[in-house]
């Protein structure tokens, strides 16, 4: 038998300083809550930014939304083939504090766009489809603020593209269809766009698969890019290809339309000296699984992920077994290191009414657990989530949710899987009610003014309930892992 000591208000110390992981228990399976029927549009993206407001997004040329705008503001646009005036909202951003969400005006076309947050925590959006594929727009977190549009702010049309946020405050655009090169925004250096001969050579002709490259800052400044099935580190200063990532085992495609997803798994040795930086890769469609479905014939989803160390000399990649295949699936980092596998389908692909057989459970993955027991498959939703579904952590640990529109209009009958206008929120173990005494609460500092990049930051917490802890051996003699009950 273990033995067991009685701890308090100095565990966080002792979380933080342990020379062994300790794990919380996980013996929840999560749990489901509708926040909203509807929001008047269906959330194809997502956002969340610094005021815990979440700003979200679909088509302009879906037709019109049920969600109004203010008098006198209207989207113009002569080629849209749905409606050439539409005075209706195809962005919101939602209050999550209040459950409340009140119409923006995009003036033009954000499907399939990309975009992230700048350090002054501006939303930068480039790219989308027609009007909108050489757009930069802008939202500032504020109280009244709405999109602000440059017309042609980008050096070439970006539709599928990746952005992703640089050191020096830049983001970096990479690809989209038919485009085998990134540049930068906002644009301060003489060339405006590089070639990247990585995004061509992943291409498979009328297929693509390669659009939405996943791309993560590696921990020497380089960027990580995966597209299809294998992936490269660009140094995009110079313009160079410094390492060559081998293909996944199976050759199986992984990018837009075989959509998987992927994260950065959490940093853990940032005192070495040597950081190890490790990229997890799951679901997607076999080869051929897009034109099968334009056919009718759904092959199932792949059901593996793939996991590599990116810092390694002679990386490779390791497969895992998924407890169920996915396409279309999104990926959340969880605060407690833990990922969250949510939305999409069974078989088929991304496309228009190219899925089927909705996956309904979430599945979370235990990076830190032996590789025989990582997956757990989480409580269900009602709501299926297919092409152009979203999933966001919020700060108080919630995972929101939104979007599914397989159609190319808004389409609530007569078809398989209706446009959904609802947001749900997924409340992970972690957030039972059982372990709300153990819930540190931040009490300095008490602003948030003082935090910079790569800037040391004291927290102090207060945790007010007391927790068991248990040690025990595990794996081998000598290491003690210690498991709080």
Known sequence: MAEMSTLCTFLFSLLLFASHPLILPTAADGRWQLLQKSIGISSMHMQLLKNDRVVMYDRTDFGPSTLPLASGKCHNDPTNTAVQVDCTAHSVEY???????????????????????????????????????????????????????????????????TNHVLPDGRQIVVGGREQFNYEFVPKNIAADTFKLHFLSETNERGVENNLYPFVFLNVDGNLFIFANNRAILLDYVNNKVVKTYPKIPGGEPRSYPST?????????????????AEVLVCGGAPKGSFVQALQGKFVKALNTCARISITDPKPKWVLETM????????????????????????????????????????????????????????????????????????RDGRVLVGGSNPHAYYNFTGVLYPTELSLEAFYPGYLDAKFNNLRPTI??????????????????????????????????PGNQRMRLK
């Not at 999550?96 to 969400?101: C, D, R």
């Not at 998987?260 to 190890?276: D, E, M, Y």
């Open 260 to 276: 998987g997803s992927a994260v950065l798994l959490p940093l853990k040795n940032l005192t070495a000296a040597t950081i190890q």
């Open 95 to 161: 209050d999550v504090l209040s459950n409340k969400f009140r119409a923006l005006t995009v003036q033009s076309n954000v499907w399939c766009s990309s975009g992230g947050v700048m350090p002054d925590g501006k939303l930068v959006q480039t790219g989308g489809f027609s009007d909108g594929e050489l757009r930069v727009r802008a939202f500032s977190p504020c109280e009244s603020c709405d999109w602000h549009e440059t017309p042609n702010g980008l050096a070439a049309k970006r539709w599928y593209a």
């Open 323 to 394: 407890p169920l295949a996915r396409v279309m699936g999104d990926m959340v980092l969880l605060p407690n290191g833990k990922v969250l596998v949510i939305n999409g389908a069974r078989s088929g692909s991304a496309g228009w009414d190219l899925g089927r057989d909705p996956v309904l459970n979430p599945v979370l993955y235990m990076p830190d657990n032996e590789i025989e027991s990582r997956f757990k498959i989480l409580n269900p939703t009602k709501i299926p989530r297919m092409y152009h579904s979203t999933a966001v952590l919020l």
């Open 443 to 476: 009490v300095a500092p008490k602003s948030m003014s003082g935090i910079r990049y790569n800037k040391k930051l004291k927290i102090k917490v207060v945790i007010t309930g007391c927790l068991y802890l248990e040690t025990t051996k595990l794996w081998h």
